[in-house]
């Protein structure tokens, strides 16, 4: 047990500390649903509650604030140290420790999914199938070259290594397997490529007729379109190839260097999926008189290795399998005539800590049966004696 003349400690174990700290999640959390209607959830989380400092503007004042990151770590501190540490041990105890640790392992899971998560979409039409799933929110470049074999290779480059190009910063991206550097000279967070005609009069490059048209960002991050304009920086004399990039282009923009045919292709990023998700049927049933949906399912198969079950995913069941989490999350088009073909869109998280609330609240329940148990029976005794 630390020594209790420990200045440190004794902030750390602090009772008002905890108060404080308690305060300033209420108050992040009004914070950011008063500027979610305007920025959006994603840009919200991140600001608000994945980050350790911010800036909260009122009018034309910029006030610094510790983000929901630095608060939560400074809480978890607070309960250990002043919770497991520095409280008597003893029987009379045991139900508040178990409540803490119960606690503590919340605070755990939300670390673990914030920084070992990732969580995105498959989209699927009946019969369509994947074995991947990909972002609501990050982008990557995506690389690819055609191995002798008739293979597909992708050399992946993530959205942190690009997205600070443009403002007359180019930033350069290079790859030991790679005979060419990409120039990113230009990144927009919203825009659509547009065909150069006589009533666009631009002031931006224009390639291969086409330029990248910025739009203004909407709050739904998940609704932005990036584009890029690239070079392909090739051979000894600094020659530029320029490329236009942008994010809902289905097929990869093909281009020569070192003799050989690469393509490359802005999108969503993608992560593997231990097996593959075919969509064998998707039900609906709406409320009478209406085109809201009452409930909405999908009818899957799971192949994995050589085995095939399936399954059934519903709003309140999701498949859990392999460390993945698939959820029925939405389907389209929602203007689709009878008969129409529909897709479903099931929300997919790799989650490591997926499990751990559930077993923070085991104990926490556990940890107050206790207290309140003990604390009874001691009632009861006092009462007898009386």
């Known amino acids: 047990m630390a020594a209790k003349g420990n200045p440190v400690v004794e902030f750390l174990s602090s009772l008002k500390l905890s108060v404080v700290l308690l305060l300033l999640l209420g108050l992040l959390t009004w914070f950011g649903t008063l500027e979610q209607t305007e920025h959006g959830l994603y840009e919200v989380q991140r600001k608000y509650f994945e980050s350790y400092v911010l800036f909260h503007d009122v009018g034309p004042v910029s006030i610094p604030l510790p983000g929901a990151n630095l608060v939560l770590s400074l809480l978890f501190a607070n309960l250990f140290v002043g919770g497991i540490i520095r409280i008597r041990k003893g029987a009379r105890q045991l139900g508040i420790l178990v409540v803490h640790a119960g606690i503590l392992l919340l605070l755990v899971a939300g670390f673990v999914k914030l920084n070992h998560s990732e969580d995105g979409h498959v989209t699927l039409y009946e019969q369509g199938a994947s074995n991947v799933f990909q972002s609501y929110h990050r982008w990557e470049v995506a690389i690819s070259e055609t191995l002798p074999d008739g293979r597909v290779k992708e050399h992946l480059v993530p959205q942190e290594d690009f997205l600070d190009a443009g403002d007359g910063r180019a930033v350069t991206l290079t790859g030991e397997e790679l005979p060419f550097d990409l120039e990113v000279t230009h990144v927009l967070a919203n825009c659509r490529r547009m ?77 593997p999926m231990p097996f593959t998700i ?109």
């Open 195 to 271: 065909p150069k005609g006589p009533m666009f009069d631009v002031d931006v490059p224009v390639i291969d007729g086409q330029f990248l048209m910025e739009q203004e960002r909407v709050p739904d991050a998940e609704l932005n379109t990036l584009g890029a304009y690239v070079n392909v920086v090739a051979g000894g004399d600094g020659s530029r190839d320029p490329i236009l990039l942008w994010g809902r282009d289905v097929v990869p923009t093909t281009f020569e260097a070192g003799g050989e045919e690469w393509g490359i292709q802005l999108r969503k990023e993608r992560y």
């Open 278 to 386: 075919v969509l064998d049927d998707f039900m609906k049933e709406e409320h009478p008189g209406t085109m809201m949906p009452k409930w909405f399912s999908s009818d899957v198969t799971v192949v994995e290795g050589g085995s095939a079950r399936p399954v059934r995913i519903s709003m309140n069941e999701p498949l859990r399998s392999e460390g993945l989490v698939l959820y029925q999350a939405s389907w389209g088009p929602s203007n689709a005539p009878p008969g129409a073909p529909l897709f479903s869109t099931l929300a997919v998280v790799r989650n490591p800590a997926d499990q751990w609330p559930l077993y923070s609240c085991i104990l926490i329940a556990i940890g107050l049966v206790l207290h309140f148990t003990r604390s009874l029976m001691g009632y009861v005794r006092a009462e007898a004696r009386s």
